[in-house]
């Protein structure tokens, strides 16, 4: 079955979009302006409950390499060409996990989504006044991306420091961070036509001053 994209869009006329790079902010954002605005918070991998359990080898096979891995030290040590296309290719099939999710808790209410649903599929079930981009240089998003509290985070880096040649395996897993968060994947994103902002400034807290800029273009206030 087919479900048409002008049906998509109408279905999910409440929910707002936040997508982009590595430390762009979008995570931060999307919890104040869930906050703020008594909207639905949907964080990073929110879909991942329903995902793991339904997704199948044959339709969602990045999906469920997940549900094969011997160990999480194979996660880390897979090349970053492997790296980069699992990444991109676990967000195009989780898209429709995300919709799906998204149609059944919007109807009533504004929700607000941290997501890594391509931005061509965003043009297709959205409009401008309901997505958002945010972007951080390369250098900000792979030099900084284990500069961060947040578990899933912080375990990755545990599991890259007990393996042997550590730095070796760091340096790998860096070198796929730099390819997911490429200059031609940051062009994608900037030329995309959606609204952008840009984060090049880590030493001043602009988390105020974003949320008001991404609320304003969304309509919130």
Same mark, same amino acid.
Request: with cysteine.
């Given at each position: +079955?087919?479900?048409? %994209? %002008?049906?998509?869009?109408?279905?999910?006329?409440h929910?707002?979009?936040? !997508?982009? !790079?590595a430390?762009?902010?979008?995570s931060? !954002?999307?919890?104040?302006?869930?906050d703020?605005?008594?909207?639905?918070?949907?964080?990073?991998?929110?879909?991942?409950? =329903?995902?793991d +359990?339904?997704?199948?080898?044959?339709?969602?096979?990045?999906?469920?390499?997940?549900?094969?891995?011997?160990?999480?030290?194979?996660?880390?040590? &897979? !090349?970053p060409?492997?790296?980069?296309r699992? +990444?991109?290719?676990?967000? &195009?099939e989780?898209?429709e996990f995300?919709?799906a999710?998204l149609? $059944?808790? *919007?109807?009533? &209410?504004?929700?607000? =989504?941290?997501?890594?649903?391509? =931005?061509?599929?965003?043009?297709?079930?959205?409009?401008?006044?309901?997505?958002? =981009?945010?972007l951080?240089? #390369? *250098?900000? *998003?792979?030099?900084?991306?284990?500069? &961060? $509290?947040?578990?899933?985070? #912080?375990?990755?880096?545990?599991?890259?420091?007990?393996?042997e040649?550590?730095?070796?395996? +760091?340096?790998n897993?860096? #070198?796929?961070?730099?390819?997911?968060? *490429?200059?031609?994947?940051?062009?994608?994103?900037?030329?995309?036509?959606?609204?952008?902002?840009v984060?090049? %400034?880590?030493?001043?807290?602009?988390r105020?001053?974003?949320?008001e800029?991404?609320?304003?273009?969304?309509?919130?206030?």
């Amino acid at each position: +079955m087919k479900i048409e %994209n %002008n049906i998509l869009k109408h279905y999910l006329k409440h929910v707002y979009f936040i !997508t982009g !790079t590595a430390y762009a902010g979008k995570s931060t !954002t999307v919890k104040m302006l869930a906050d703020r605005y008594d909207m639905i918070f949907c964080g990073e991998n929110y879909h991942s409950k =329903v995902s793991d +359990m339904v997704a199948t080898d044959d339709a969602q096979p990045d999906i469920c390499y997940m549900k094969h891995l011997n160990d999480w030290k194979e996660f880390v040590t &897979r !090349t970053p060409e492997e790296y980069e296309r699992w +990444m991109y290719s676990v967000g &195009r099939e989780a898209a429709e996990f995300e919709v799906a999710e998204l149609i $059944s808790i *919007s109807q009533n &209410r504004k929700v607000i =989504v941290d997501t890594n649903i391509p =931005v061509d599929i965003l043009k297709e079930i959205s409009d401008y006044d309901h997505v958002a =981009v945010m972007l951080s240089p #390369q *250098s900000m *998003s792979v030099e900084r991306f284990f500069d &961060r $509290s947040d578990p899933e985070k #912080q375990f990755l880096l545990h599991v890259i420091e007990s393996c042997e040649n550590s730095d070796a395996v +760091m340096e790998n897993y860096r #070198q796929g961070l730099s390819r997911i968060n *490429s200059q031609e994947h940051y062009d994608e994103y900037a030329n995309s036509g959606f609204f952008t902002v840009v984060r090049q %400034n880590v030493e001043k807290d602009t988390r105020e001053e974003v949320c008001e800029i991404i609320a304003r273009h969304f309509g919130l206030i």
